[in-house]
T-cell receptor, first 114, second 114 residues
Framework: ETGVTQTPRHLVMGMTNKKSLKCEQHLGHNAMYWYKQSAKKPLELMFVYSLEERVENNSVPSRFSPECPNSSHLFLHLHTLQPEDSALYLC?????????????FGSGTRLTVV | GENVEQHPSTLSVQEGDSAVIKCTYSDSASNYFPWYKQELGKRPQLIIDIRSNVGEKKDQRIAVTLNKTAKHFSLHITETQPEDSAVYFCAASAPMNSGYALNFGKGTSLLVTP
């Protein structure tokens, strides 16, 4: 399989649950990103990983915890979320962070917090 | 940090007409400006991009222009077709700790009516 794959596609969780989102890229890229997409808002950058090292934490609440065990996999661990965290969570990858390459996005995980 | 403004938020055109979406950015160090198309329920996909050393780029019915002095760039779609209906996002690549990351506009919902 090629491209960027995200699982699950849909997730409904209670505020006390713990869940994880998974992202896998088969493009040989070495930078990966988590973005949050809410209605009426721009895509918000959450985390950046380059060569498996987190290089940017864009002031995201600690109830979101990323993990990047290798350059092909990225996780977003969720715990004690709030209803306002309901959104589409998009993973993306790029060939480096030189700023001259576009991102390839996954299909996203539609998260609903109840 | 980088601030990307996008206008209009919605745009409705007749099939065959042209559509123009405009974006401005704030960081003069931004060097890469991609455009993404997101159809309902699907992932954002890169449709065209332009680098800061180029003023204009064209790919069939799609063109992008960049004015570095004014810090704005635009997407032009000619001879629009119903399948062009989607949300379009502009982005600017800005320096961000150890590299660059994309900041996105809020999106333009384009509707092409037959």
């Amino acid at each position: 399989e090629t491209g960027v794959t995200q699982t699950p596609r849909h997730l409904v969780m209670g505020m006390t649950n713990k869940k994880s989102l998974k992202c896998e890229q088969h493009l040989g890229h070495n930078a990966m990103y988590w973005y949050k997409q809410s209605a009426k808002k721009p895509l918000e950058l959450m985390f950046v990983y380059s060569l498996e090292e987190r290089v940017e934490n864009n002031s995201v609440p600690s109830r979101f915890s990323p993990e990047c065990p290798n350059s092909s996999h990225l996780f977003l661990h969720l715990h004690t979320l709030q209803p306002e965290d309901s959104a589409l969570y998009l993973c993306a990858s790029s060939q480096g962070r030189s700023g001259v390459y576009g991102y390839t996005f996954g299909s996203g995980t539609r998260l609903t917090v109840v | 940090g980088e601030n990307v403004e996008q206008h209009p938020s919605t745009l409705s055109v007749q099939e065959g007409d042209s559509a123009v979406i405009k974006c401005t950015y704030s960081d003069s160090a931004s060097n890469y400006f991609p455009w993404y198309k997101q159809e309902l329920g699907k992932r954002p996909q890169l449709i065209i991009d332009i680098r800061s050393n180029v003023g204009e780029k064209k790919d069939q019915r799609i063109a992008v222009t960049l004015n570095k002095t004014a810090k704005h760039f635009s997407l032009h779609i000619t001879e629009t077709q119903p399948e062009d209906s989607a949300v379009y996002f502009c982005a600017a690549s800005a320096p961000m700790n150890s590299g660059y990351a994309l900041n996105f506009g809020k999106g333009t919902s384009l509707l092409v009516t037959p």
